[in-house]
T-cell receptor
Framework: NAGVMQNPRHLVRRRGQEARLRCSPMKGHSHVYWYRQLPEEGLKFMVYLQKENIIDESGMPKERFSAEFPKEGPSILRIQQVVRGDSAAYFC????????????FGPGTRLTVT | AQSVTQLGSHVSVSEGALVLLRCNYSSSVPPYLFWYVQYPNQGLQLLLKYTSAATLVKGINGFEAEFKKSETSFHLTKPSAHMSDAAEYFCAVSEGVTGGGNKLTFGTGTQLKVEL
């Protein structure tokens, strides 16, 4: 069973460009979480999605960031008009259900904004 | 809101020595607690979890942790460190989400160094 997949693994964007980060959860998992890891910090929760629904986006910056998890295809974290402060590692995790407490993490996407 | 405090951002031990990484949590409800390990440029791998069953939890790679409610602690230990244990370790607490799901609140991490 393939693990959580994220692509790209590394992404370089100039200030003002858009960044799209993709996450394919483990097979059979319908719950996806996105976390951000800033340099020298732990992971911070951003958003929790189920298929076609955003359940909790309390950790998402109010502007420029959006997330989706369509019925078909991967979950997408989208950052518009990136700024240098967006440079971080973005991790996706999945679980089979909301009551299953263990989350499986992908390898992350390291975003660098120049 | 729940929170996690990891004492010591860097811990150094000799190979073969005891590993002790500290984690204290704050929670208004019975917590679910986790230890994850992160190797350089990789994602997080679950070491072990506490979900209100036995208070002494055994994980992978010889690690274990003990849940102590009176001390609000969930320290990670390993009797004998190996060079391959060098990594960053994160303690996390699970917080329920309205509508289901469980977002994790992480500590700031402890970098473990193992010396010959």
């Amino acid at each position: 069973n393939a693990g959580v997949m994220q692509n790209p693994r590394h992404l370089v964007r100039r200030r003002g460009q858009e960044a799209r980060l993709r996450c394919s959860p483990m097979k059979g998992h319908s719950h996806v979480y996105w976390y951000r890891q800033l340099p020298e910090e732990g992971l911070k929760f951003m958003v929790y999605l189920q298929k076609e629904n955003i359940i909790d986006e309390s950790g998402m910056p109010k502007e420029r960031f959006s997330a989706e998890f369509p019925k078909e295809g991967p979950s997408i974290l989208r950052i518009q008009q990136v700024v240098r402060g967006d440079s971080a590692a973005y991790f996706c995790a999945s679980s089979p259900s909301g009551q299953f407490y263990e989350q499986y993490f992908g390898p992350g996407t390291r975003l660098t904004v120049t | 809101a729940q929170s996690v405090t990891q004492l010591g951002s860097h811990v150094s031990v000799s190979e073969g020595a005891l590993v002790l990484l500290r984690c204290n949590y704050s929670s208004s409800v019975p917590p679910y607690l986790f230890w994850y390990v992160q190797y350089p440029n990789q994602g997080l791998q679950l070491l072990l979890k506490y979900t209100s069953a036995a208070t002494l939890v055994k994980g992978i790679n010889g690690f274990e942790a003990e849940f102590k409610k009176s001390e609000t602690s969930f320290h990670l230990t390993k009797p004998s460190a190996h060079m391959s244990d060098a990594a960053e370790y994160f303690c996390a607490v699970s917080e329920g989400v309205t509508g289901g799901g469980n977002k994790l609140t992480f500590g700031t991490g402890t970098q473990l160094k193992v010396e010959l």
